[in-house]
């Protein structure tokens, strides 16, 4: 298949003239689109931006992202999404370790780049997307300024090349760049068509944020199949309800807690949200009251559960429609993350050893599919423990598959807290919290929570007395808020095995008293 941006100009050549992309009162058609696209990969390659160069782009969902991660992969080139919500340090962190050479941020974010230009090392061009007032090069004017792009760029391009790097933390604290090809989008995007019923009519709605492997996925879903796409500028619950029935969207993906505030907030259940033909969920587990909720709310609408991971280009297995009756004699599935997808394989494998496990028993889900990462950015080792000989990739979640090949997610392998949709770490955390002058020793676990799902609980040895909103204060000066603690216990002792690993399940377990999974 070709590559991406091969892709966009075919659908440029084919439809010219219909709308791609529509953001607040903007749209843009596919020729125009296409031809933004040239503009930005022009202005990439005067910043001395070349094949294999990361471009880092800190902003809310914008046509500017777009532009900008088509017009990265048209020179060989690869955008670097940072998570908006993160702290100064940590954006400064993935900057560097991606070693990006221009920094995009959007208006919101000039702060944010003020603060961290002296710590980038790597970085020559600082670009702001609108905006003034400030002292950093102008987006329209910086791509005004450049020619046109290096002749035969986009030809040049491998599929096997890659064509976006998210960046997921890992266990040690230390967020890792995952790297997707665009072999990886070419193999799961031709899926929608069928799973989906996208056609020509198809209106699709992307509300997650872009720096999500969700929100990457479904802007290219757009370009893929040519069809019109909804951009939200962040993931507010009314904004959406707007949009859906401003511009009569038909498929859209959305988080569980974003469906619970939907059915509490009265400007929603004002607005017709008839035209939906398809709502897919996913990302963190949902409960049977929201489910049934959002049901009830949007009573013409097909339901889909997805599960899958950034590491595997977004969902792996779909829970159909047809399984979305919660008083039908299958009504059990609701609890599960359903089937593969046609070309995924799943394993359930004991952990320690990878044997394979029989139908009903617990172990490590392993996924095989041309939807596997290329591997993790400058982390071979990282690497060659998640992806195994045979294309198996170890997802570090637990779980198993029924009689019917149905999977359901009992935990997780590794110790990730989900909350609202967004991963914590709780290494990461750990190590904020033991930079406290009081604190000797520490672990941080998910608890269950009605809003979020579940967030972070510090669990801490003090050596000096100190409050509570001390402690979360000092972390929320160094992390994202969703990644702090918002309860402190304190212990005389945090219980660790013989060789000094913190037992998690231990401290979990009476948070978790009542629930049928250790998941929320």
């Given at each position: 298949?070709?590559?991406?941006?091969?892709?966009?100009?075919?659908?440029?050549?084919?439809?010219?003239?219909?709308?791609?992309?529509?953001?607040?009162?903007?749209?843009?058609?596919?020729?125009?689109?296409?031809?933004?696209?040239?503009?930005?990969?022009?202005?990439?390659?005067?910043?001395?931006?070349?094949?294999?160069?990361?471009?880092?782009?800190?902003?809310?969902?914008?046509?500017?992202?777009?532009?900008?991660?088509?017009?990265?992969?048209?020179?060989?080139?690869?955008?670097?999404?940072?998570?908006?919500?993160?702290?100064?340090?940590?954006?400064?962190?993935?900057?560097?370790?991606?070693?990006?050479?221009?920094?995009?941020?959007?208006?919101?974010?000039?702060?944010?780049?003020?603060?961290?230009?002296?710590k980038l090392e790597h970085t020559t061009h600082l670009v702001v997307i609108g905006g003034e007032g400030h002292a950093h090069l102008d987006y329209?004017?910086?791509?005004?300024?450049?020619?046109?792009?290096?002749?035969?760029?986009?030809?040049?391009?491998?599929?096997?090349?890659?064509?976006?790097?998210?960046?997921?933390?890992?266990?040690?604290?230390?967020?890792?760049?995952?790297?997707?090809?665009?072999?990886?989008?070419?193999?799961?995007?031709?899926?929608?068509?069928?799973?989906?019923?996208?056609?020509?009519?198809?209106?699709?709605?992307?509300?997650?944020?872009?720096?999500?492997?969700?929100?990457?996925?479904?802007?290219?879903?757009?370009?893929?199949?040519?069809?019109?796409?909804?951009?939200?500028?962040?993931?507010?619950?009314?904004?959406?309800?707007?949009?859906?029935?401003?511009?009569?969207?038909?498929?859209?993906?959305?988080?569980?807690?974003?469906?619970?505030?939907?059915?509490?907030?009265?400007?929603?259940?004002?607005?017709?949200?008839?035209?939906?033909?398809?709502?897919?969920?996913?990302?963190?587990?949902?409960?049977?009251?929201?489910?049934?909720?959002?049901?009830?709310?949007?009573?013409?609408?097909?339901?889909?559960?997805?599960?899958?991971?950034?590491?595997?280009?977004?969902?792996?297995?779909?829970?159909?429609?047809?399984?979305?009756?919660?008083?039908?004699?299958?009504?059990?599935?609701?609890?599960?993350?359903?089937?593969?997808?046609?070309?995924?394989?799943?394993?359930?494998?004991?952990?320690?050893?990878?044997?394979?496990?029989?139908?009903?028993?617990?172990?490590?889900?392993?996924?095989?599919?041309?939807?596997?990462?290329?591997?993790?950015?400058?982390?071979?080792?990282?690497?060659?423990?998640?992806?195994?000989?045979?294309?198996?990739?170890?997802?570090?979640?637990?779980?198993?598959?029924?009689?019917?090949?149905?999977?359901?997610?009992?935990?997780?392998?590794?110790?990730?807290?989900?909350?609202?949709?967004?991963?914590?770490?709780?290494?990461?955390?750990?190590?904020?919290?033991?930079?406290?002058?009081?604190?000797?020793?520490?672990?941080?676990?998910?608890?269950?929570?009605?809003?979020?799902?579940?967030?972070?609980?510090?669990?801490?040895?003090?050596?000096?007395?100190?409050?509570?909103?001390d402690l979360i204060a000092h972390c929320r000066e160094r992390l994202a808020h969703f990644k702090c603690p918002t309860s402190v216990e304190r212990?005389?002792?945090?219980?660790?095995?013989?060789?000094?690993?913190?037992?998690?399940?231990?401290?979990?377990?009476?948070?978790?008293?009542?629930?049928?999974?250790?998941?929320?």
């Open positions: 298949m070709p590559g991406l941006t091969e892709v966009l100009r075919e659908r440029a050549e084919l439809h010219p003239d219909r709308v791609a992309y529509i953001a607040g009162d903007t749209e843009i058609t596919y020729r125009d689109l296409d031809r933004r696209v040239d503009r930005a990969a022009a202005a990439l390659a005067a910043s001395g931006v070349g094949h294999g160069d990361r471009v880092a782009i800190l902003d809310k969902n914008s046509l500017e992202y777009v532009e900008q991660l088509f017009g990265a992969a048209r020179i060989g080139a690869v955008q670097v999404p940072v998570n908006y919500r993160l702290a100064p340090d940590e954006v400064a962190y993935i900057v560097n370790n991606a070693q990006a050479k221009v920094f995009l941020v959007g208006p919101e974010f000039v702060p944010v780049l003020d603060a961290i230009t002296g329209e004017q910086w791509l005004g300024d450049a020619g046109d792009p290096p002749a035969g760029a986009d030809r040049e391009i491998d599929t096997a090349d890659v064509f976006v790097q998210l960046y997921s933390s890992g266990t040690t604290g230390l967020p890792k760049g995952v790297m997707l090809t665009h072999d990886n989008f070419n193999s799961v995007l031709p899926l929608t068509n069928d799973l989906w019923g996208i056609d020509d009519a198809t209106v699709l709605m992307v509300a997650m944020p872009m720096y999500h492997v969700a929100g990457c996925a479904l802007a290219v879903c757009v370009v893929f199949d040519g069809i019109t796409g909804v951009i939200t500028r962040e993931p507010d619950p009314t904004a959406i309800a707007r949009a859906i029935e401003r511009h009569r969207v038909t498929h859209v993906f959305l988080v569980p807690v974003l469906l619970q505030f939907m059915q509490l907030i009265p400007e929603v259940a004002e607005c017709d949200l008839s035209s939906l033909r398809l709502l897919l969920y996913g990302a963190s587990p949902i409960s049977d009251e929201v489910l049934r909720g959002a049901m009830r709310m949007l009573p013409t609408t097909g339901f889909m559960q997805v599960y899958g991971l950034t590491e595997t280009t977004g969902a792996i297995t779909m829970l159909p429609v047809q399984d979305h009756d919660p008083d039908g004699p299958n009504a059990h599935r609701l609890r599960s993350a359903g089937i593969p997808n046609p070309s995924c394989t799943l394993r359930i494998a004991d952990p320690a050893t990878l044997d394979e496990l029989p139908p009903g028993q617990v172990g490590e889900i392993l996924c095989r599919t041309p939807q596997n990462m290329k591997g993790y950015w400058g982390m071979p080792e990282a690497t060659a423990s998640a992806l195994l000989p045979g294309g198996w990739f170890r997802t570090g979640d637990a779980g198993y598959v029924d009689e019917d090949g149905y999977l359901y997610i009992h935990d997780r392998v590794k110790d990730m807290i989900i909350s609202g949709g967004e991963n914590i770490y709780p290494a990461e955390v750990e190590n904020v919290l033991m930079d406290h002058p009081a604190v000797s020793d520490c672990a941080v676990i998910g608890v269950p929570d009605a809003k979020w799902g579940e967030t972070p609980k510090a669990v801490v040895v003090l050596s000096e007395d100190v409050s509570e909103a212990r005389d002792a945090i219980p660790r095995n013989p060789t000094g690993k913190i037992l998690k399940r231990e401290l979990r377990a009476p948070y978790w008293q009542g629930q049928d999974r250790a998941v929320h």
